[in-house]
């Protein structure tokens, strides 16, 4: 099959008939135009209006949603950013409102080590107790997390804002090892506020309220009365209890068969199930990894 020029000529519309339409157009758009409202083109204006507008509106409706999707998906992407970031805020601001009434406990707490310092005129390094010894040691022990590196040494004080809590027994680079005053195998020389009389209290073993302490006076014929406050006597080199610092009040009177004098039961000011914040007694030269609290306030 052959293709020649002329056959392209034959198919293309006379020239008389392009000129005609051409024509026309130009003499409907001068007429459209200088006629205004009243043209004599907006009839048939409005009957295609009348038959077109039905088919756009068709076919609006059922483009739209097909031109919508991206944005839809770009919506969809976007709300889920939102949302993930008000559900992070909202845990966030969860956490905290949780651990605020654990934060203004611990607040509470070093503002009584700091009262502490001040009325004993020591300096502490503030710790905190991160474990508790197992129940099978048969000790009653916790671990605090200061160690040498904070200045912390074996046979030194620890103290919480209510009171005594025991002495170091061991010590790592970043933990010591504190046994409790409550444990069975403590003994602590003591003294009896009303009297001054000394003694030596010797722990119940139990964590559980209310902890008790046994005191046997030096002097048998002293008997402490109830509700005296007993604080720690004092051992050389300030170790491992310093002296003046309060142990907990005379709640009870008890003899047995074969005892001549009566002994007391001393309730600790210390809740020892619920140890936190604590404070160990360090020379005041001490050098630390920490701030001190000292009878001034804290220093670096």
């Known amino acids: 099959m052959s293709w020649s020029p002329g056959d ?54 059922a483009v739209r949603p097909i031109a919508a999707v991206p944005a839809w998906f770009r919506t969809q992407s976007s709300l889920r950013d939102d949302l993930a970031a008000a559900e992070a805020a909202n845990a966030e601001l969860e956490s905290r409102l949780a651990t605020e009434p654990l934060d203004r406990a611990r607040l509470a707490e070093y503002d009584g080590l700091l009262t502490a310092a001040a009325a004993q005129q020591v300096d502490l390094v503030p710790a905190r107790v991160v474990a508790y010894g197992a129940a099978q040691t048969f000790t009653r022990t916790v671990t605090i997390d200061a160690g040498t590196s904070s200045g912390v040494q074996p046979d030194m004080t620890v103290v919480a804002p209510a009171g005594l809590v025991g002495r170091v027994v061991g010590v790592t680079r970043t933990t ?37 302490l046994d005191l046997d006076l030096v002097d048998t014929t002293v ?44 309730e600790p000011f210390v809740d020892f199930s619920r140890l936190d914040t604590v404070g160990v007694v360090v020379p005041s030269d001490t050098e630390s990894d920490r701030a001190l609290i000292g009878p001034d306030g804290i220093r670096r």
């Open 8 to 61: 392209a000529q034959e198919r293309r519309p006379p020239r008389a008939l392009v000129a005609a339409l051409a024509i026309t157009g130009l003499s409907l758009m001068t007429l459209d135009h200088l006629g205004g409202d009243s043209s004599p083109v907006e009839p048939a204006r409005t009957v295609v209006g009348e038959v077109v507008g039905p088919l756009e509106s068709v076919a609006d409706a």
């Open 176 to 212: 010591a090892t504190v046994l409790l005053v409550v444990d069975a195998d403590s003994t602590v020389g003591a003294r009896v506020g009303s009297s001054t009389e000394v003694g030596f209290l010797s722990g119940g073993g139990s964590l559980a309220e209310p902890s008790r």
């Open 223 to 266: 008997v402490p009365a109830e509700g005296d406050v007993v604080a720690t006597w004092g051992s050389g080199n300030a170790g491992p209890y310093v002296a003046g610092v309060p142990i907990g009040t005379v709640t009870e009177l008890f003899s047995t068969p074969r005892d001549t004098t009566k002994r007391a039961v001393i």
